[in-house]
């Protein structure tokens, strides 16, 4: 089973522009979630959708989207770019059903703002 | 708000040596607890999870974790550590349940085993 893929890995962003990220969970994984792994916070909870619909939402300003699509995919946007935007995105996807289940992680996206 | 506080930022210790990272959590409700691994350049992947019964849970690679309720923790133990257990080990709580994911995560932990 391939596991969950995220593109790009690499970006590099000026401050002020917007970015997208994209991910693909598991085969058959309807719940998607994102976060942020910076060295100072750690990894932090941005927000988590299921069904096409978000589900839950983590402390960050509005500045931070994102969206499901039917097929479960998932893509995050971060508008008006900020130096303090740099950071390892990391995509998880778990069943997302029935209960209790553990997420699986991505490789990650690196953005890097200038 | 929950919050997962792991007791060691870095831990540097011998091949063979035994393993032990603290992790607390502050949460009264019922949760699901993990830990993950990241290897340098690679993707977090999962050591052991607890969701219920026997509060002692064994994983992947000879890792296992004991749960004590009563001390809202969740450590982390290895008998004998290997040069490549040398990673960020971290602690994560989830306590949605059925509800959703959301994991809130320690601070991690820096392991560098000597050979």
């Known amino acids: 089973k391939a596991g969950v893929t995220q593109t790009p890995r690499y970006l590099i962003k000026t401050r002020g522009q917007q970015v997208t990220l994209s991910c693909s969970p598991i085969?058959?994984?309807?719940?998607v979630s994102w976060y942020q792994q910076t060295p100072g916070q750690g990894l932090q909870f941005l927000f988590e959708?299921?069904?096409?619909?978000?589900?839950n939402k983590g402390n960050f300003p509005g500045r931070f989207s994102g969206r499901q699509f039917s097929n479960s995919r998932s893509e995050m946007n971060v508008s008006t770019l900020e130096l303090g935007d740099s950071a390892l995105y990391l995509c998880?996807?778990?069943?997302?059903?029935?209960?209790?289940?553990?997420?699986?992680f991505g490789q990650g996206t690196r953005l890097t703002v200038v | 708000a929950q919050s997962v506080s792991q007791h060691n930022h870095h831990v540097i210790l011998s091949e063979a040596a035994s393993l032990e990272l603290g992790c607390n959590y502050s949460y009264g409700g019922t949760v699901n607890l993990f830990w993950y691994v990241q290897y340098p350049g690679q993707h977090l992947q999962l050591l052991l999870k607890y969701f219920s019964g026997d509060p002692l849970v064994k994983g992947i690679k000879g890792f296992e974790a004991e749960f004590i309720k009563s001390k809202f923790s969740f450590n982390l133990r290895k008998p004998s550590v290997q040069w490549s257990d040398t990673a960020e080990y971290f602690c994560a709580v989830n306590a949605l349940g059925e509800y959703g994911n959301k994991l809130v995560f320690g601070a991690g932990t820096i392991l560098r085993v000597k050979s």
């Open positions: 085969s058959g994984h309807r719940s």
């Open positions: 998880a996807s778990s069943p997302g059903t029935g209960g209790n289940t553990e997420a699986f």
């Open positions: 959708y299921f069904s096409e619909t978000q589900r």
